[in-house]
């Protein structure tokens, strides 16, 4: 499977949540709750305008986060 | 059942929870009207929103509006008073005999997942469908009926913003059953399932916890980091022990112990969604998807904001100027009365000087404080907030802050007071506390008389670069080195004192949606009324103590004279006076003379006051007019220090004392401020040390330097 990771994607570009790595438990823990588990998926809506962070649709609503924290989300990239 | 029974067998006790943007302040003011109360919970800077519900048979119930939070967590102070709320372990507050959950039904799965965790509680719940106008527009449709089956609690459809489903909520609060409970109904995974039971038991024997709490902290157990560092005062070593076995066991067993809580809850919700949540049809781009292309644009983004930006500056730098004069001439008004109507002496100059003095410096700050309160509230409830932190984090990420700390630092170039009160947007409270210690270093316009009178005086009108004034630049300079140095400190603040993890930007961007003018307004009361209670009160005490100082001891024989030079010798006698002459050495080394010093503690309350003190020293009439501004520059210009034979004040000197304006802290009512919202005397003080001692430094680096260049001249 390709397995990449959220901060890699362009913007339009979908995935499926595979699992959160090495992140400090606390910014685990609220990626988790706001709805980023295994099998959701997840689209890369934008950049902001100075690259970082970014912005993401997952359960239906809009999500930003830093690439740095984007970097801990493993995703299974769905071909356009 | 008589009547009277019924009322008791009510609840009189009821938490209102839900994710934030859910909509649950429109729906905290529906239900109370303008009954509600706004104070702190005790030791934290969590906001405690209380209200009373009035039911149709004239009994009435404690509505309290606990901090938006997505989760039981706690991560931030304001989700840990919710948690600790809900647990009952909270001492300040009784344990809610109801929890009315709010869910934003356009956004429904995120926010059950809250929903799931109260339910666990084993309390009372009613869950509040808000928004289902929001959620139809998106073609979102729930069935209300198989939602309340599945969850196992009533579920009331209401669009709070108008004010529909309120009666009904009110109903079934009314009539639901204080002893309700209710069972878990989402499963984990066998093994994790039965461990936690086992915890659960252990937690009841041990902490003689209730099943529903037991269970909370068991979850809380079983999924915290090994080292359980947290935990270790809070439990007994035998059941610590134990947890530490079964952290091992579902290691082993490659169970993600974080993850497999959260995952099961999630599979649950979406169990309960299938069944009563249909998606209609999935318009690809909605309004707020439009509205976000242009408004997050690289160029546009940028543009809108600076725009939205400039407006707001604009209003509180410029428009609130209008309303503050005319505040500032009815206390004129008001202070010539009393000087008319009331003999001269003592009494007067108390009421007029002192008093007076102090209830205009206060009042002074409502516009701004109002204005300000209009655009934050504006800006919040539309949902462009999000997206400002949205479009500056990577900036404000470079000294370790979070996006949302830009407003309060740009309304500081307005006034730090209002910009201190802005922070309560940061979640993070030590991001919170960097931001407001940092402020007051931009330069608010207070400060701005100071430089207009020495730039005028002291500052050459030539021309650079053939477009650039001298004097313009020179306060371009001032507000540079301000702004400079906030963030500088801010860095060097998250490097040391304040040192955490970089903040968590993991935020939300809310669909846009109209403002509740309502909202609003009832912030900005809440807002003035606060500032007016808590800081007004320690503001009008310092102009009352600082009236004392600068017209105590009297001068000998003397019946007050209104006489220029006679209110010159007056001031010099006073112990302000001593105080300028007595730090005299202490200043020097900032080219300083006593005169300044006098100008520089008599202005302790508000730096504006260094001009008329200014005038004073320099025995100008008292009057507005516009020679007597250029006979004060005059004044200044020819002073000569009777010791050097030099004059005292040279264009060097004029920088100095507004580089130490920029930097110090002249401002009692920031302070007061401070005070306020830190609960405590701690964070002020540190505050007016650094800056001071900041200041001191600075000038005098600028002033060895100014002299090694020749500019002493």
Redo the contacts between chains.
């Keep these: 499977m390709n397995e990449v990771t959220l901060n890699t994607l362009t913007p339009g570009e979908r995935g499926t949540i595979a699992r959160i790595t090495t992140a400090a438990s606390n910014v685990r823990q609220r990626l988790l709750e706001m709805g980023l588990v295994k099998g959701t998926s997840i689209e890369l809506v934008r950049y902001a305008p100075m690259g970082d962070p970014i912005e993401v649709k997952v359960k239906g609503y809009r999500l930003s986060l830093r690439k740095v924290e984007a970097a801990s989300v493993i995703i299974h990239k769905v071909a356009r | 059942m008589s009547f009277e029974t019924m009322r008791q067998t009510r609840v009189r006790n009821i938490a209102l929870i839900g994710n934030p943007n859910c909509g649950k302040t429109t729906l905290f003011n529906a239900l109370t009207g303008l009954r509600q109360k706004v104070g702190n919970y005790p030791g934290v800077t969590v906001e405690k929103k209380e209200g009373r519900l009035m039911f149709d048979d004239g009994s009435e119930a404690a509505l309290l509006d606990l901090p938006g939070t997505?989760?039981l967590?706690a991560?931030s102070p304001d989700e840990k008073v919710a948690t600790d709320v809900l647990l009952g372990r909270a001492d300040h507050t009784e344990t809610p005999e109801l929890v009315v959950c709010v869910v934003d039904a356009?956004?429904i799965?995120?926010n059950l997942?809250l929903v799931s965790q109260i339910i666990d509680r084993q309390l009372p719940v009613v869950v509040a469908l808000n928004m289902i106008d929001v959620a139809e527009d998106a073609g979102?449709e729930i069935d209300t009926k198989a939602l309340s089956q599945q969850l196992g609690v009533p579920v009331i459809p209401t669009i709070a913003s108008k004010g529909i489903g309120i009666n009904e909520l009110k109903q079934i609060i009314a009539n639901t059953n204080a002893s309700a409970t209710k069972k878990r109904l989402w499963k984990m995974p066998d093994i994790v399932e039965e461990e936690t039971q086992e915890l659960v038991g252990y937690l009841q024997r041990h902490h003689k916890l209730n099943e529903a709490v037991a269970f909370h902290e068991a979850l809380t157990l079983l999924?915290?980091?090994e080292s359980l560092e947290e935990h270790q005062d809070r439990f007994a070593p035998e059941v610590l022990a134990h947890v530490r076995k079964d952290h091992e066991k579902l290691n082993f067993m490659g169970i993600?112990r974080?993850?497999v809580v959260?995952?099961s809850r999630?599979e649950w919700i979406k169990n309960v969604c299938s069944t009563a949540v249909t998606q209609a049809y999935r318009s690809e781009m909605n309004l707020?998807d439009k509205i976000?292309r242009i408004v997050?644009?690289?160029v546009w983004?940028?543009a809108i904001f600076l725009g939205i930006m400039a407006i707001m500056f604009q209003t509180i730098f410029t428009w609130a100027n209008v309303p503050m004069e005319l505040i500032g001439n009815g206390f004129d008004w008001l202070s010539n009365l009393i000087r008319n109507s009331m003999p001269s002496g003592d009494l007067r100059d108390l009421i007029v000087n002192g008093g007076l003095a102090g209830v205009s410096a206060v009042v002074t700050f409502l516009p701004q404080i109002l204005f300000l309160f209009l655009f934050l509230g504006l800006l919040e409830d539309t949902g462009y907030m999000?997206r400002a932190a949205?479009?500056m984090?990577?900036?404000m990420?470079k000294v370790g802050l979070h996006g949302k700390s830009f407003i309060p630092m740009l309304s500081s170039f307005a006034c730090a007071i209002p910009g201190i009160m802005a922070t309560r947007t940061i979640e993070s409270p030590k991001d919170r506390l960097v931001t407001m210690l940092v402020s007051p270093l931009m330069s608010c316009s207070a400060r701005l008389p100071v430089y207009a009178l020495l730039i005028a005086a002291f500052i050459p009108h030539k021309t650079v670069l053939g477009i650039f004034s001298l004097s313009g630049l020179t306060l371009l300079s001032m507000y540079l080195l301000g702004l400079v140095m906030a963030l500088s400190m801010a860095w060097l603040f998250k490097k040391t004192l304040l040192k955490g993890?970089p903040p968590?930007?993991?935020?939300?961007?809310?669909?846009y949606k109209m403002p509740s003018l309502k909202s609003i307004l009832l912030q900005m009361w809440e807002r003035s009324k606060l500032f007016l209670q808590r800081a007004g009160t320690i503001i009008l005490g310092v102009s009352i103590i600082l009236w004392f100082l600068a017209s105590y001891p009297k001068l000998d024989g003397a019946t007050p004279v209104e006489d220029s030079t006679r209110r010159a010798e007056q001031l010099q006698h006073s112990f302000v006076g001593k105080a300028g002459r007595i730090i005299e050495p202490v200043i020097k080394p900032l080219g300083f003379d006593w005169k300044i010093g006098i100008g520089i503690i008599g202005s302790l309350l508000q730096r504006e006051v260094f001009v008329s003190t200014m005038g004073t020293i320099y025995n100008i009439q008292n009057s507005d007019n516009e020679s007597a501004t250029i006979s004060l520059h005059q004044q200044m210009r020819n002073d000569i220090n009777p010791e050097t034979g030099l004059h005292v004040w040279t264009a060097l000197t004029a920088i100095c004392v507004m580089v130490y304006f920029v930097l110090a802290m002249q401002c009692m009512s920031t302070v007061a401020v401070m005070r306020r919202e830190t609960n405590g005397w701690k964070w002020p003080l540190f505050q007016f040390s650094y800056m001071t001692a900041l200041a001191y430094s600075v000038t005098f680096i600028v002033y060895r330097v100014g002299l090694l260049l020749g500019l002493g001249a």
């Design positions: 997505y989760s967590s991560n356009s956004n799965e995120r997942y979102i999924t915290a980091p993600d974080q993850s959260v995952e999630y707020s976000d997050t644009h690289r983004g940028f999000a949205f479009i984090d990577r900036l990420s993890a968590l930007f993991i935020m939300e961007l809310p669909p």
